[in-house]
């Protein structure tokens, strides 16, 4: 059974010595900020999700190609509530045995609004057809479908969502991760330490935090089953030599790198 955040608040407390300088708003910010950069070493089972969306046709092409992810689900409002989308399948019993499923076509993942752009571009804006790539939008809680759809189509998404924002007020809820109330301690610490200016209290729980996260990240191989995909100059070959078509690169952030 996962932890509270008020079971967490009250031992940052006495390992730093029951001091009052620290108001509860900064304390539940470090937590949240700690259960954060936790849930982003894995895809934790956790904080995954799976809905079907079914998108009303409305023969209108320019929204028929969105798919909003507002009132399933989890409710996402915000983009920011979403870590990242796995996988968008079309669901059609219809549809040939094309993926471990029949009726069940996974559609193939386009990381930039740029690429998406020339994907349009060759393929015809206009052209309506079953959608076989999507965009996860930038700045909305909403995917992007092309070919434009011909017709009213299903879709299972299975994503990652991010966890609950940690505050005073929902102190006696639980962690949306549990088993890892060590990791999410030890981060919180090395980083009040770090405003403190407390030299060894830092290293003690950063190394801490640090021999966690090795643990955490080889616990399973976690690869996942993102599709990704790179649209050359000569049609929509698939390829892997740009990172932005390889969906195992990742970019150059270290843990702990970064203070909040």
Same mark, same amino acid.
């Given at each position: 059974m996962a932890l509270t955040a008020e079971s967490i608040r009250d031992d940052i407390i006495g390992a730093l010595g029951n001091r009052t300088d620290l108001t509860e708003e900064y304390l539940y910010r470090q937590i949240h900020l700690a259960q954060l950069r936790v849930s982003r070493l894995k895809r934790w089972e956790a904080l995954r999700f799976t809905f079907t969306v079914n998108p009303t046709f409305n023969t209108d092409p320019e929204n028929d190609a969105l798919i909003s992810l507002t009132g399933q689900t989890p409710n996402f409002t915000l983009r920011s509530e979403i870590r990242m989308i796995e996988t968008v399948a079309l @669901? $059609?019993?219809? @549809?040939?045995?094309?993926?471990?499923? $029949?009726?069940?076509?996974? @559609? /193939? /993942?386009i990381t930039t609004r740029a690429h998406w752009e020339r994907l349009i571009e060759q393929r015809g804006r206009t052209e309506l057809d079953e959608p076989t790539h999507y965009l996860f939008s930038e700045y909305d809680a909403q995917i992007e479908v092309h070919p434009r759809p011909d017709r009213g189509y299903q879709y299972r998404v299975r994503g990652y969502k991010l966890p609950t924002?940690?505050?005073?007020?929902?102190?006696?809820?639980? @962690?949306d991760l549990p088993n890892?109330? $060590?990791?999410?301690?030890?981060?919180s610490m090395y980083r009040i330490f770090l405003r403190l200016k407390n030299r060894e209290g830092y290293l003690l729980n950063k190394n801490e935090y640090d021999t966690l996260s090795l643990e955490i990240t080889k616990s399973d191989d976690d690869q996942g089953e993102m599709e990704q995909v790179a649209i050359t100059a000569g049609g929509d070959n698939l390829g892997s030599g740009d990172s932005w078509a390889n969906p195992f690169h990742r970019g150059s952030t270290h843990i702990g790198s970064q203070v909040e």
């Open positions: @669901l $059609d019993s219809t @549809l040939a045995r094309t993926s471990e499923e $029949d009726g069940v076509r996974k @559609l /193939k /993942k924002i940690v505050t005073e007020s929902g102190k006696g809820n639980a @962690l890892m109330e $060590d990791a999410i301690f030890a981060c």
